[in-house]
C-alpha cells in the first residue's frame, strides 16, 4: 500500500468513526482527497470498498454500545451551555480558527448581545479522540476579557461535570479545557 492510500484510509477511518457523515458523504470526501493528493496512486473502488468495511466494523461495534456514551453527555451539555448563551459547536472545522470563524457566524446570527461566550470542538480533536487522547474543548469570550474567560471556563467545566463527563483544565482563560478518558462513540 503506497502513502498516498495509506493517509486516505487514515482520514476514512476518522469520517466513519466520528459518526458526523453517512456513507454518501464519505464518498464525496474521498472523491475530495483524491482530487486534493492528485489522484497518485490510490485506487479509489479499493477506498470506497475500505470505507464500507468500515462502516460495516461501525454498526457492529454499536449494537454494544452503552444505553448512554460520552457523546450522548456531550450533547447534552452542549444543549444547556447553548440555553445560556454559550454558543457550543459540534465538529467546527478542522481547526481552532475555523471553529472561531463558525462562532463568530452564530454569533451574529443569534446577536452578539446574547452571546456569554463559546466552546467547541474541531475535526482534529475528533481524531485525536478516537485515538484515545480525550477531548479538548476550545473555549472563550468573544471580547478577550481574561476574567469573563475564566468565568466562562469555569461555567462550562461545571456543565461538564454535572453531566457526567470528567474535566481537566488548570483554570486559565488560554488553556483548553480537556475531557479526559473520552470515549467517543456517537450514534
Known amino acids: 500500500m503506497n502513502a498516498i492510500t495509506h493517509y486516505i484510509q487514515a482520514e476514512i477511518r476518522v469520517w466513519v468513526w466520528s459518526g458526523f457523515h453517512s456513507v454518501d458523504k464519505v464518498?464525496?470526501?474521498i472523491a475530495d482527497a483524491l482530487e486534493a493528493?492528485?489522484?497518485r496512486d490510490a485506487d479509489p473502488a479499493l477506498l470506497r470498498a475500505f470505507a464500507a468495511a468500515e462502516f460495516q466494523k461501525r454498526a457492529?461495534?454499536?449494537r454494544s454500545w452503552p444505553e448512554t456514551t460520552d457523546c450522548d453527555r456531550l450533547?447534552?451539555?452542549?444543549?444547556?451551555?447553548n440555553s445560556r448563551g454559550i454558543?457550543?459547536?459540534?465538529?467546527?472545522?478542522?481547526t481552532i480558527s475555523d471553529g472561531i470563524g463558525d462562532v463568530r457566524e452564530v454569533a451574529h446570527e443569534r446577536g452578539r448581545n446574547v452571546v456569554a461566550g463559546y466552546c467547541f470542538y474541531h475535526g482534529q480533536d475528533v481524531a485525536r479522540t478516537l485515538a484515545g487522547d480525550?477531548?479538548?474543548l476550545a473555549f472563550g469570550v468573544l471580547d478577550d476579557d481574561k476574567a469573563k474567560g475564566v468565568a466562562i471556563g469555569r461555567s462550562i467545566a461545571d456543565v461538564l461535570e454535572a453531566g457526567g463527563l470528567v474535566v481537566d483544565w488548570n483554570g486559565r482563560p488560554d488553556t483548553r479545557l480537556r475531557l479526559d478518558g473520552f470515549d467517543w462513540k456517537r450514534r
Open 134 to 136: 480525550g477531548l479538548m
Open 60 to 62: 457492529v461495534a454499536k
Open 27 to 29: 464518498d464525496v470526501l
Open 75 to 81: 450533547d447534552r451539555s452542549f444543549e444547556a451551555l
Open 87 to 94: 454558543i457550543s459547536l459540534h465538529n467546527a472545522g478542522n
Open 37 to 39: 493528493e492528485g489522484k
